[in-house]
T-cell receptor, first 116, second 111 residues
Framework: EAGVAQSPRYKIIEKRQSVAFWCNPI?????LYWYQQILGQGPKLLIQ????????DSQLPKDRFSAERLKGVDSTLKIQPAKLEDSAVYLC??????????????FGNGTRLTVT | DAKTTQPNSMESNEEEPVHLPCNHS???????IHWYRQLPSQGPEYVIH???SNVNNRMASLAIAEDRKSSTLILHRATLRDAAVYYC????????????FGDGTTLTVKP
């Protein structure tokens, strides 16, 4: 099966600019996650979707970050305006579980964002 | 959500077994124990998961303590390609499977 696809692979922007990341999960996976991974740390969950509804966005900085998953398939994560501390790798993951959360997470290779 | 504790780093010699520990003393009855590993410039990769019984797959074995408050990922013969950061997390049927990643264990494999 095809894995989780993310684009772009790298992005460099100046602070106060906006940026968007795209994710296409594994076909049929109902649950989609966006994580932020700062260098040297583990991934931190930003937002979790089940189909096209938000399950958890408690750690999403909503003043500058937004995400959507139209039609319950692919998703976009946007930052506007970006700050220096947003420099990180943004990982998208999907899983097949809807009621059973023992199913594995499948990650994309992420987008590395550098804010200058 | 329950948290896990892992050593920051471990070293192993090539072709020797590696035992990577994880403590999860606040685990609940519905939490599954998952292990992932992350190679440089890649996203985390699923390794194995279990609930109560020990589990084996082609990549590794998972040994779960009887009280489920700790677990051990076992790589039977480490290779240089196993050098990675290993994460132990809990996923639950409650709280929509919300999982918290710690900073993991960086495994170094020496030739």
């Amino acid at each position: 099966e095809a894995g989780v696809a993310q684009s772009p692979r790298y992005k460099i922007i100046e602070k106060r600019q906006s940026v968007a990341f795209w994710c296409n999960p594994i076909s049929g996976h109902a649950t989609l996650y966006w994580y932020q991974q700062i260098l040297g740390q583990g991934p931190k969950l930003l937002i979790q979707f089940q189909n096209n509804g938000v399950v958890d966005d408690s750690q999403l900085p909503k003043d500058r970050f937004s995400a959507e998953r139209l039609k319950g398939v692919d998703s976009t994560l946007k930052i506007q305006p970006a700050k220096l501390e947003d420099s990180a790798v943004y990982l998208c993951a999907s899983s097949s579980g809807t009621g059973a959360y023992n199913s594995p997470l499948h990650f994309g290779n992420g987008t590395r964002l550098t804010v200058t | 959500d329950a948290k896990t504790t892992q050593p920051n780093s471990m070293e192993s010699n090539e072709e020797e077994p590696v035992h990577l520990p994880c403590n999860h003393s606040t685990i609940s009855g519905t939490d599954y124990i998952h292990w992932y590993r992350q190679l440089p410039s890649q996203g985390p990769e699923y390794v194995i998961h279990g609930l109560t019984s020990n589990v084996n797959n082609r990549m590794a074995s998972l040994a779960i303590a009887e009280d489920r408050k700790s677990s051990t990922l076992i790589l039977h013969r480490a290779t240089l390609r196993d050098a990675a950061v290993y994460y132990c997390i809990l996923r639950s049927n409650t709280n929509a499977g919300k999982s918290t990643f710690g900073d993991g264990t960086t495994l170094t494999v020496k030739p």
